[in-house]
């Protein structure tokens, strides 16, 4: 089975872990520290806070945003269940914004409109989550400009973007956001195991997400309620978690991002040589926006349903032979437990049109240009059968 996605590891890789098996440290030492500035150095921002996956930086990204009980998270219903959940994590509601059916992005467009109706109701959100979904940006600045004149604040869920770029700055370096959330799992565009990152440029909030990931204890002295006791002591001043990246995953995910333009090279050598390969035929491959480089975590088709072969079909027989064929994403509104607080089919429907004509090929640095093109032979067979 060709899957969708996997890691790529690299000698280099594993002597990087078992360098930190022969060390001192194996959670949290001076690895750790090094990836989180290898990273905010990569994104030309000024903080980075590593944590167990990008789930955990989602979180305490909102956590230290001071999202609450009676506040309203926005994010993109065509995402990771991830997304809406660290919303729920804090207490808030979530609500959705739908897609543009060009990127498959939350739509700037139905963003005012929602905001323009929350404003008259009073329940603007405090938090809106744009997802970069395959590694293409959102069009931030439009969201950026919608922030200032709401008031919410912004988290890129970039989990599939570091290595992209938006109007020739890296993503990441939050430019239109407060913090961006990256995730380092097996499938992502560089990995630690499981693991994630929040950037971003407020020194406060990197404080504070430092002090979330574990336990909510601090050791600096000006934020104690009294003189410390001695050289061991510290307090704990709020809730936390233990969220912490270890430092194997550290030493990991540095070893990667030393090679990220490689990686990001050939996802979209890849990614071009499909939008070549499957030019006139009833699909609809990627669409580009012109202000994005994108990292290329998934390459996306959609089938027509008026098309003679059905979204179904496709997948059936593209992984009945053997291609790891996936669907990115189920619109998370329409999952049972979200279901369960009212919201129904029919609610964000270009997100649910969208759904149903998806499927996700594989794409991933080692996939080779015979297996690619033993996946376009199939595609071209089952179109034509
Ligand atoms: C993978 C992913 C997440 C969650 O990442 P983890 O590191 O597995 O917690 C969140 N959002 C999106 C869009 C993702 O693709």
Not at 185 to 202: F, L, R
Not at 273 to 292: F, G, S, V
Request: net charge negative.
């Amino acid at each position: 089975m060709i899957p969708y996605g996997c890691q790529h590891i690299t000698e280099e890789d594993i002597q990087a872990v078992v360098d930190v098996l022969h060390s001192d440290w194996l959670t949290q030492g001076p690895m750790v520290p090094r990836f989180e500035q290898a990273v905010a150095d990569y994104c030309g921002v000024a903080h980075g806070v590593a944590v167990n996956s990008a789930t955990s930086a989602l979180h305490i990204a909102c956590l230290s945003l001071g999202l609450g009980k009676g506040d309203w998270l926005w994010t993109s219903p065509i995402t990771f269940v991830a997304s809406a959940n660290c919303g729920l994590y804090c207490g808030a509601q979530v609500d959705f914004v739908d897609i543009d059916p060009l990127t498959y992005n939350m739509s700037s467009e139905a963003l005012a409109k929602k905001l323009a109706i929350a404003e008259r109701k009073g329940n603007l959100p405090k938090i809106v989550v744009p997802v970069h979904m395959c590694g293409q940006s959102c069009d931030m600045t439009a969201i950026h400009a919608l922030s200032k004149h709401y008031g919410f604040k912004i988290i890129e869920d970039a989990s599939h973007a570091i290595g992209g770029s938006y109007r020739q700055e890296p993503i990441g370096c939050s430019r239109y956001s407060d913090i961006t959330v990256f995730s380092f799992h097996p499938v992502k565009i560089i990995t630690t195991g499981e693991g994630g990152m929040a950037v971003t440029n407020n020194s406060k909030l990197a404080e504070h997400m430092k002090r979330l990931r574990s336990h909510g204890i601090t050791r600096i002295p000006e934020q104690m309620t009294h003189i410390p006791d001695g050289p061991w002591y510290y307090q704990q001043i709020e809730l936390g978690f233990n969220y912490r990246m270890t430092e194997l995953q550290a030493a990991l995910g540095k070893s990667q991002l030393e090679r990220i333009e490689k990686i990001v090279y050939r996802r979209t050598e890849l990614a071009m040589r499909y939008d070549e390969m499957l030019t006139n035929l009833p699909l609809t491959t990627p669409w580009k926006h012109p202000d994005c480089q994108s990292s290329h975590h998934l390459y996306i088709l959609r089938i027509k349903p008026t098309s003679d072969v059905s979204r179904n079909r496709f997948f059936h027989h593209l992984y009945k032979n053997g291609i790891g064929v996936n669907v990115h994403y189920i619109p998370a509104h329409t999952q049972p437990w979200y279901r369960s607080m009212g919201f129904r089919e029919g609610d964000f429907p270009e997100a649910e049109a969208y759904y149903r004509e998806a499927i996700s090929l594989p794409l991933f640095p080692t996939l080779t240009d015979q297996a690619q093109e033993e996946i376009i032979h199939l595609i071209k067979k089952v179109i034509q059968s």
